[in-house]
């Protein structure tokens, strides 16, 4: 197999996982975590490492589209999930890079307000996305390395520059809480979102491969991919534990990650950082408000005008949301995270398993399952888990906020054996 080939798709697919929100949620839940970030790093990386990489193995499997995925419970259910999803990405992950690039870009040199900086971004956004500008591409390829490089300087100038101050966790259930905290990198849904992207051009390059050399490069270059996000989240949390009682408390996330940029590399180092992280920014947004834009244009026969509507919706909402600070629009985003991320991932789970083990039935119903026990979740997310725990606080694993992991695992068991039983007696 081409090694350069694997290299460059394992490239792409780190690019594509590693945004700005990325960046920023490591550092604090390091810094909260204490001599527990061990444990932390792994349920954060359960989530925002395995699962996403799982995602890119099912595109690999179906090699389709985002459709595809949850076709298997009904076209209908599969056309709502992606409805769902896209008016997530652009309600929720799309702003909060505005407002990362406020908070970290902007706020430090200008005293503007945010909703400034939110109109000027998305002005631009709506520029980029209906011109579809390939100066992305260009500036793309020289961010991710960029941006690396400086992590790479940060986390080493911790480890051999620092006198570690780990403190007391403040989490009573570490890995449950870096798994949910895992969800607001969004990556599970990047990989169902943008994974056939991937595909796509690795089809185009390799239209000789057979079927399996492709599986197996994206395997490949899947297991790299994932090991280099592992190291980048693992060196982050541990710097930011390494950091443990240095700052305020009640710091923000952008500012701890500025905070501790300024210890290690100085003032300059963080500038840079600060412009880095907001061109990243600006090519997360422009490529999720493209994405969306695409999706209603095909819905509509292609039509340019949805695609134009769509794209200004997107921008809207992205000024609507994105004037609010990165704490506000993460506590905004759990409740819908709580809801979609659980279907999210038993879909993926369900397209990487064997294909006798994952019949439409049984399909049905784990993902049935899953949104039932997710509602409680859910509920609790948007501040009703006192008035329900009398009626739910039976469901296993439900205080670690996880309630709907068991009972779509048990119905993926007794679904097969109930398929296995009838197949045996017709």
């Excluded at 350069?4 to 780190?14: D, E, H, I, N, P």
């Excluded at 992991?405 to 398929?419: C, D, E, W």
Aim: glycine share 10%; net charge positive.
């Amino acid at each position: 197999m081409n090694k350069k080939a694997v290299a460059v798709t394992a490239f792409a697919l780190f690019s594509l996982f590693f945004g700005a929100g990325n960046l920023i949620l490591p550092p604090l839940l390091g810094y909260n975590s204490g001599s527990l970030w061990g444990w932390v790093t792994l349920g954060f990386c359960i989530s925002a490492v395995l699962v996403p990489i799982l995602g890119i193995l099912a595109h690999a499997k179906l090699q389709g589209t985002m459709f595809d995925f949850a076709k298997k419970v009904s076209p209908t259910f599969s056309l709502v999930y992606c409805y769902i999803v896209y008016v997530i990405s652009i309600a929720l992950p799309s702003p909060r890079t505005a407002s990362v690039t406020h908070e970290m870009a902007i706020q430090p040199i200008w005293d503007s307000p945010s909703l400034l900086t939110s109109l000027i971004y998305f002005a631009l956004v709506y520029v980029f996305v209906i011109n579809r500008s390939k100066i992305l591409d260009v500036v793309g390829k020289w961010l991710t390395p960029a941006i690396l490089l400086i992590l790479l300087l940060l986390v080493l100038m911790t480890v051999f520059g620092q006198e570690f101050q780990f403190g007391t966790s403040q989490f009573e259930n570490p890995l449950s809480h870096g798994l949910l905290e895992g969800y607001q990198t969004f990556d599970a849904i990047g990989a169902v979102v943008v994974g056939g992207v991937i595909i796509i051009s690795i089809n185009l390059k390799q239209h000789d491969a057979t079927y399996e050399i492709k599986r197996k490069l994206i395997a490949q270059a899947g297991i790299f991919a994932g090991l280099g996000l592992f190291l980048v989240y693992a060196g982050l949390i541990f710097t930011g534990a390494a950091f443990n009682g240095t700052f305020d408390q009640d710091i923000t996330r952008t500012a701890l990650l500025s905070g501790i940029s300024n210890v290690t590399l100085g003032s300059n180092a963080t500038f840079f950082l600060g412009v880095l992280v907001s061109l990243a920014c600006f090519t997360t947004a422009v490529g999720i408000v493209t994405g969306t834009a695409d999706f209603v244009k095909g819905r509509f026969n292609e039509s340019q005008m949805a695609y134009r509507i769509t794209a200004l919706v997107g921008c809207i909402l992205g000024v609507l949301v994105g004037q609010f600070n990165v704490g506000y629009i993460i506590t905004v985003a759990l409740p819908a995270l709580m809801f979609i991320y659980p279907i999210t991932i038993v879909l993926i789970l369900l397209n990487v398993a064997p294909e006798k083990l994952t019949s439409p039935k049984v399909f049905r119903w784990v993902v049935v399952a899953t949104i039932f026990f997710s509602v409680p979740d859910f509920l609790g997310a948007i501040g009703l888990g006192s008035s329900i725990t009398p009626y739910v606080g039976w469901i296993p694993l439900r205080a670690y906020h996880l309630g709907w992991l068991l009972p779509a695992f048990l119905t993926f068991i007794i679904g097969n054996g109930i398929s296995r039983s009838r197949d045996k007696n017709p």
